[in-house]
């Protein structure tokens, strides 16, 4: 089993990671989210989170990972011990909760379950839309045959429109499942980013438009 245990404590790592070797597994440690983040896509059958991450919280790592289509079961390893922090951990993508103080042999035992899970059906990575391709792996958006440059949050929100394809999708879904905001900012980031979307992936009105508007619901992404 490979497991990559991502832990700010280097007292709780260091004993998790000991003993998963002398167990014969391999182990790897990151010592904060974002380190966690970029190490977990090397392949790992799970992983151990802490909820209290330094530089990306535990809640968003796991975000990101299932928003990037990496699969590997989570188990959440944390001081929040409360009902509503086991749900938390769950609904943002997380396998399996245990609490701090642990016995080394309950972990084992929840991450060889983890293990032994059947592997989901492989997720898409690859979208398609018109002429318009994303590949969520690679982090790359083509259209027409020639690269796309979005930054980090347009990247994002074509995601997710290209997700919901043919749907219309919105306002409140774009701010939930793009910018994590569970209120109305009572901005116009939305419109903003739309805007700059469109421009960027019509190549400036060279090719043809894929983000309508509906007035009054949001927005679709379709051919036309």
Same mark, same amino acid.
Do not use: C
């Given at each position: 089993?490979?497991?990559?245990?991502?832990?700010? &404590?280097?007292?709780?790592?260091?004993?998790?990671?000991?003993?998963? $070797?002398?167990?014969g597994?391999?182990?790897?440690?990151?010592? &904060?989210?974002? &380190?966690?983040?970029?190490?977990a896509?090397?392949?790992?059958?799970v992983?151990?989170?802490?909820?209290?991450?330094?530089s990306? &919280?535990?809640?968003?790592?796991? $975000? %990101?990972?299932?928003?990037? *289509?990496?699969? *590997?079961?989570?188990?959440?390893?944390?001081?929040?011990?409360?009902?509503?922090?086991?749900?938390q951990?769950?609904? *943002?993508?997380?396998?399996?909760?245990?609490?701090?103080?642990?016995?080394?042999?309950?972990?084992?035992?929840?991450?060889?379950?983890?293990?032994?899970?059947?592997?989901?059906?492989?997720?898409?990575?690859? !979208?398609?839309?018109?002429?318009?391709?994303?590949?969520?792996?690679?982090?790359?958006?083509?259209?027409?045959?020639?690269?796309?440059?979005?930054?980090?949050?347009?990247?994002?929100l074509?995601?997710?429109? !290209?997700?919901?394809?043919?749907?219309?999708?919105?306002?409140?879904?774009?701010?939930?499942?793009?910018?994590?905001?569970?209120?109305?900012?009572?901005?116009?980031?939305?419109?903003?980013?739309?805007?700059?979307?469109?421009?960027?992936?019509? %190549?400036?009105?060279?090719?043809?438009?894929?983000?309508?508007?509906?007035?009054?619901?949001?927005?679709?992404?379709?051919?036309?």
């Open positions: 089993m490979k497991v990559l245990v991502i832990e700010d &404590d280097a007292e709780t790592g260091a004993y998790i990671l000991r003993g998963l $070797r002398e167990h597994h391999s182990a790897d440690h990151a010592a &904060d989210g974002l &380190d966690g983040l970029f190490l896509s090397g392949g790992y059958d992983l151990v989170v802490d909820r209290m991450l330094p990306l &919280d535990g809640l968003e790592l796991v $975000r %990101r990972l299932r928003g990037m *289509a990496i699969q *590997a079961p989570v188990l959440f390893l944390t001081a929040l011990r409360g009902v509503g922090d086991r749900i951990g769950l609904e *943002a993508g997380g396998d399996d909760y245990l609490v701090k103080p642990f016995a080394f042999a309950e972990l084992l035992a929840r991450l060889n379950a983890l293990a032994r899970r059947p592997p989901l059906t492989q997720p898409l990575t690859q !979208m398609r839309v018109a002429d318009l391709e994303l590949d969520l792996l690679k982090r790359t958006v083509i259209r027409g045959g020639e690269r796309v440059d979005l930054q980090q949050r347009e990247f994002r074509l995601q997710f429109l !290209m997700q919901h394809a043919e749907r219309v999708v919105t306002r409140t879904m774009l701010l939930e499942g793009v910018w994590d905001f569970h209120f109305d900012p009572k901005t116009n980031i939305v419109e903003t980013h739309i805007s700059r979307l469109r421009g960027k992936i019509s %190549r400036s009105g060279r090719d043809p438009e894929l983000i309508h508007t509906i007035r009054g619901a949001g927005y679709v992404l379709r051919a036309a």
